[in-house]
């Protein structure tokens, strides 16, 4: 018992120092927005009601267990039944959860007040990345696909743990600081959830619908966050980093990003050879493939299956082109059609096709892949 | 010889001996035992389960499973625990309990009963055999939520399969304890005379019935959407995918109630037995049961608060979660007025009932947080959660079946407990009990997801601490075995009434409760 109430009084004291703690590892993460302000305080106040509550409760409960022995000489009372006592404790619990229930209401309005925001970026929830389309706003136009940059070497142990580990990205999301962004949340095979705790923000992701949220970060920062809702075998490994940046620095991020994706925009028709897509495709297996079908492209049988020596693999392509564009329905297997470009789809399949045991010289062209759409 | 055998003791069974008689058997108080014997197995395979997630967990890195079998491993544990211990070790307390406490000779449908029981073996195979199908074990949580669990293995169906089995068992399991209940009652005994215990159970039946054909109709819906081409839950042929959490919940949220409920029941009996005194407010822990269970159908949506609910549905969900929370007050504050000014004594099964009550309230409470919408939003699918449902399940459901256990063992082998080991399996899955879920709360909050394998630096403290914890309490629950075998093969011999503040019917009877008993009804005055 004095170890549970200890650790209770450990968080109250933390609650209260939370503004001078940075990282709290036993309480709410530190709040950078409104919303998980007054999430985070709202959660304060609740745990403070329920201690006193618990302490008044139990600490009748051990004194009538300490006092009320048999073995004291205690005598048994015969009471079983007083009404004003029950409607006592029947109607001041309402009383305190009207109290609790009228700052959660005002929340919950103000967090699905997604109404005039200043940027909108669609998340999208692949099996297992997250995909960030910014539809309106400054940066209009930027896409970027965000994977676990953590190194397989780090979790099993060959190497050494970094700060950050599993909570880290190879492209995070960037916005800008004090601006309302409207998150759309969707996905592309199961349901995931987007959640950044120091923003106060979980929304599900759920395929076929788009679902939406918002926060306004107070404060430049790294925040991290996951997906929280299971979503298959690497549901852990799809972390979510969002960069809160001045306004500055985040125009100068879009016009770098703007500036990449019209360098790298191929030209559709340019015709390949077969080292060059090799290349460009073991790069976009890495990416988009490897999690499933192993980068040894041996597959985890029977969930995931070997693409060395599948049949599908080696045999005619436009039965390969048909099952990467479009996937398989009610399998893992999605749909890449729209993730991926007519280069990047035909840099893949080229080099599954001639990559491991799989020799068959084959290779496909962009415009092929335009075609088979 | 047989002339001179008194009446009582020629009355063991009658019919086929060895196995067969096991097979057959329509007695309540052998299917009782089978029902328990059975949920304890499936709690220890469970508990397998549970303390390789924790290795898996004790460290940051993947060093003990790979993630696709931790997966399968998590949610095999759910529904291992959830179909095969808790709810099976209930229906086993009623099967032996009710009968005896209402001055019944059997329950009402005898060969329904045999049946009730011999589909849960079948059902646990097809759950723990599909580890070894290709593929694996289902891994799509407990919840089994659509799409993913339309993207297993053929370990989906099997699990698929024996949900459905389950389901009819409970089933059938309950419609034989509303009528037993309804109609089998002593002379005099009146509705508002009966134990408590009937009292849940009867509640607990009831929802049994609404709600069972509802997780079937879910889980078909995805056995369809698997194999025959429908899509209920595909937005590319019209379905949803969130309509399965809403049939799902809608039953999972009254099945949260069928576990703990009859828990309610058992403290209900325990803590006047060892205060010596009457329950305090008899009739108001009716009225409390049957507010909780009514209340039950309305909340359900409160697991689903991150799916994108509009403003009112997420309101209406929050007041009525909050609700809940008045009824179940009313209970704990029952039991403390009952223990109040009475005359205690602190056998095994009161520590276990007052255990109950000191940490299922801390579950209660935070249910309660849970309960406020924004705060969920940040709690919803973290560590968090698994504490409080821990909290209530293992320190409410399961606490409380082992205080009924120690209660009624002496009934049921004629043996008291031996109370030192009993006293020592209390503390021991207290403390450690502790130990393993407390530290969890912190986690929640500092943001650690649920059902991941792996986890950042930050958590790896308290995900030690819980693995040890949780080593420990599961080594603690073998003590409980040796204390049952060590009770059925012999020790001080209980006398009918084997608690001396121990009132109803069952303490009527001789320790151990005679093969047959009330085949004349008792009068209750
Ligand atoms: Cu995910």
Not at chain 1, 128 to 154: A, C, F, H, M
Not at chain 1, 200 to 224: L, N, S
Request: aromatic share 12%; proline share 5%; net charge neutral.
């Amino acid at each position: 018992m004095s170890s549970v109430a200890r650790t209770g009084l450990a968080i109250l004291a933390a609650a209260s120092a939370s503004s001078v703690m940075a990282e709290s590892s036993v309480n709410l993460q530190q709040p950078v927005t409104q919303i998980a302000t007054e999430i985070y305080d709202m959660h304060t106040l609740m745990l403070v009601i329920c201690l006193v509550i618990f302490i008044a409760v139990f600490g009748v409960m051990f004194w009538s267990m300490f006092a009320h022995r048999k073995s004291k000489g205690a005598v048994a009372a015969h009471f079983h039944e007083n009404t004003t006592v029950e409607i006592v404790w029947t109607v001041i619990p309402v009383l305190i959860l009207l109290g609790m229930a009228y700052p959660a209401t005002k929340t919950v309005i103000a967090m699905k007040d997604t109404s005039n925001p200043d940027i909108t970026i669609k998340a999208t929830g692949y099996q297992w990345k997250w995909g960030y389309d910014y539809l309106k706003g400054e940066g209009e136009g930027v896409k970027l696909i965000s994977n676990l940059s953590t190194p397989r070497d780090q979790l099993d142990g060959r190497e050494a743990k970094g700060d950050n580990y599993l909570l880290e990205v190879d492209q995070p999301m960037v916005v800008p600081v004090g601006k309302k962004i409207r998150i759309l949340t969707t996905a592309n095979d199961v349901i995931h959830a987007w959640w950044v705790p120091a923003l106060g923000v979980k929304q599900d992701a759920i395929p076929g619908f788009i679902r939406d949220t918002w926060f306004r970060a107070d404060k430049e920062g790294v925040f991290r966050g996951n997906c929280a809702e299971l979503c298959g075998k690497d549901h852990g490994f799809m972390p979510i980093e969002v960069h809160v940046v001045s306004e500055e620095k985040y125009a100068a991020w879009v016009a770098e990003r703007k500036g990449m994706q019209a360098a790298t925009a191929e030209d559709p028709n340019k015709v390949w050879d077969l080292a060059e897509l090799k290349t460009r495709g073991e790069q976009v297996f890495a990416a988009n493939c490897a999690a499933c079908h192993q980068a040894d492209g041996k597959g985890l049988p029977p969930a995931f299956p070997a693409l060395d020596g599948s049949a599908v693999v080696q045999g005619p392509k436009m039965a390969q082109i048909e099952t990467v564009l479009k996937g398989r329905e009610g399998t893992a297997m999605a749909a890449f059609g729209k993730q991926l470009s007519d280069t990047e789809l035909a840099a893949v399949i080229t080099y599954t096709r001639n990559a491991w045991g799989n020799h068959t010289g084959e290779v496909i062209q962009p415009a092929e892949i335009a075609a088979a759409r | 010889m047989a002339a001179v055998i008194p009446d009582h003791l020629h009355d063991h069974h009658h019919g086929p001996t060895g196995l067969m008689r096991w097979i057959t058997t329509t007695n309540h108080k052998d299917i009782g035992t089978m029902y328990m014997i059975f949920s304890f197995i499936m709690f220890l395979s469970g508990g397998v389960m549970a303390l390789t997630i924790r290795a898996e967990l004790f460290q940051p890195g993947l060093q003990v499973v790979q993630p696709e079998f931790f997966n399968q491993l998590t949610s095999m544990h759910g529904l291992v625990m959830v179909f095969g211990a808790i709810m099976p070790a209930f229906v086993g307390f009623a099967n032996w309990q009710i009968p005896l406490m209402i001055g019944a000779s059997d329950m009402a449908f005898a060969r329904m009963n045999n049946w009730s029981f011999w589909l849960l073996p079948p059902a646990a195979l097809l759950l723990l055999g599909s580890f070894f199908v290709p593929g694996g074990a289902m891994a799509a949580g407990w919840t089994m939520y659509a799409p993913l669990s339309v993207q297993m293995g053929m370990g989906m169906d099997m699990a698929i399969f024996a949900v459905h089995i389950m389901g009819i068992s409970s089933i059938m399991g309950a419609i034989n304890i509303v009528v037993t209940v309804l109609n089998m009652r002593a002379p005099g005994m009146t509705m508002m005379k009966m134990p408590l215990f009937c009292w849940t159970w009867l509640i607990t039946a009831y929802l049994l019935i609404a709600v069972m054909p509802v997780l079937a109709g879910a889980v078909t819906m995805v056995l369809t959407d698997r194999h025959f081409g429908t899509s209920f839950f595909n937005a590319a042929g019209g379905g949803d995918p969130v309509l399965y959490q809403h049939v799902f919940w809608f039953f999972g949220h009254p099945e949260v109630y069928i576990m703990i409920l009859p828990a309610f029941g058992i403290i209900s009996e325990i803590i006047p037995t060892f205060a010596r005194k009457p329950l305090f407010g008899y009739a108001s822990m009716v009225y409390a049961t049957a507010s909780i269970a009514i209340l039950s159908f309305t909340v359900w949506a409160h697991h689903m608060f991150t799916t994108g609910m509009p403003a009112v549905g997420q309101l209406f969900f929050m007041y009525a979660t909050m609700l809940i929370a008045v009824p179940t007050g009313v209970k704990v504050f029952n039991w403390v007025a009952t223990m109040w000014r009475g005359s205690m004594t602190f056998e095994t099964p009161m520590l276990w009932a007052t255990g109950f009550i000191f940490v299922f309230t801390i579950g209660g409470f935070t249910g309660l947080i849970c309960a406020i919408a924004p705060i969920d939003i940040q709690l919803q699918d973290t560590y968090y959660v698994v504490a409080h449902f821990h909290y209530v399940l293992v320190a409410g459901s399961l606490f409380a079946l082992f205080a009924g256990a120690y209660y009624w063992l002496p009934k049921w082998t004629g043996h008291m407990a031996d109370e030192r080991l009993g006293k020592i399996h209390f503390w021991c899955s207290m403390v450690f009990f502790n130990i393993t879920f407390f530290p969890m709360h912190f986690l929640g909050l500092a943001g650690m997801p649920r059902r991941i394998p792996d986890y950042a630096l930050q958590f790896a403290d308290f995900n030690a601490l819980a693995t040890i914890g949780a080593f420990g309490f599961g080594f603690s629950q073998l003590i409980f075995i040796v204390v049952v075998i060590k009770c059925v093969k012999g020790g001080e011999k209980a006398a009918a009434r084997s608690w001396e503040g121990a009132q109803g019917l069952e303490w009527t009877v001789p320790s151990p409760a005679p093969h047959h008993t009330f085949e004349v009804p008792p009068v209750v005055k």
